[in-house]
């Protein structure tokens, strides 16, 4: 057994460093199996690089503009802001609280039979585009802070239209009955809702008709802003007239 690991360990040996020489003269001095992943390590940081100095770049240039143009007009936007600031209770965008009248309009209902009065037409029996707005040129004319028509908010955009028996405000539907807040004082409020000759007359069908009206004044009322987003609106042609 020691004769024959005295021939095999140089012959180990020997086959070993043949094989080291091997690999060194193919590889010429470098790895035989090279990884990508510092390859793949260099460019993400050449790029992060590159990215680091385009944000340089852009800081500068903010701060570059910021001071060219800062100073002639910084105090100016501010000023904007801050008259902005004080118009939106004005403008209806802040929830307004306090006394006020609710007024609620809604169509004739039927008898027990199913059937309405017989002497009435169709138009006669539902509420209308100009009965409510009456009631609310009524209400603006008496002072109202605030009105509110179903759930929304009215601005200056605002145009509640009937649409069939519904009516149609701001892309929202409704069906009667209609409820009309107002905040402002009682008093007034309700004394121009019975001088306006347009609700008179409705009150008149509300008596031949059936139609609904009630009216209620109240201490403490709350009305939520406008929420929807403000923006004005023009007409713009649409393009050559043709005769």
């Not at 043949?18 to 003269?25: E, G, I, K, P, V």
């Not at 990215?51 to 000023?79: E, K, M, N, S």
């Not at 006669?124 to 009965?131: E, G």
Request: aromatic share 6%; with cysteine; hydrophobic share 40%.
């Amino acid at each position: 057994m020691s004769t024959r690991w005295r021939f095999a360990v140089p012959v180990v040996c020997l086959l070993a460093g043949l094989l080291l020489a091997t690999t060194h003269t193919v590889s010429d001095g470098g790895q035989i199996r090279g990884s990508e992943a510092p390859r793949l390590v260099d460019l993400v940081r050449e790029a992060q690089r590159a990215v680091d100095g385009l944000g340089g770049q852009r800081d500068g240039l903010a701060a570059q503009i910021d001071a060219t143009h800062g100073a002639a007009f910084g105090p100016a936007l501010t000023a904007i802001e801050s008259r902005a600031g004080e118009l939106t209770g004005e403008a209806g965008l802040d929830a307004v609280r306090g006394p006020g009248v609710t007024v609620t309009l809604t169509d004739a209902r039927r008898d027990a039979d199913g059937r309405f009065t017989r002497d009435a037409s169709p138009d006669d029996l539902v509420v209308h585009q100009q009965d409510i707005q009456a009631v609310l040129n009524a209400l603006w004319g008496a002072g109202a802070e605030a009105i509110a028509l179903q759930d929304q908010r009215l601005i200056a955009t605002s145009a509640p239209r009937c649409v069939g028996n519904t009516l149609l405000l701001d892309g929202r539907t409704y069906s009667p009955p209609y409820t009309v807040t107002a905040i402002g004082d009682p008093t007034a409020l309700s004394a121009a809702l019975a001088a306006d000759p347009q609700i008179r007359l409705y009150k008149q069908y509300v008596i031949r008709f059936g139609l609904g009206y009630t009216e209620q004044s109240a201490d403490d009322l709350e009305l939520p802003g406008y929420s929807r987003p403000v923006r004005m609106r023009y007409a713009r042609p649409a393009g050559p007239l043709v005769y």
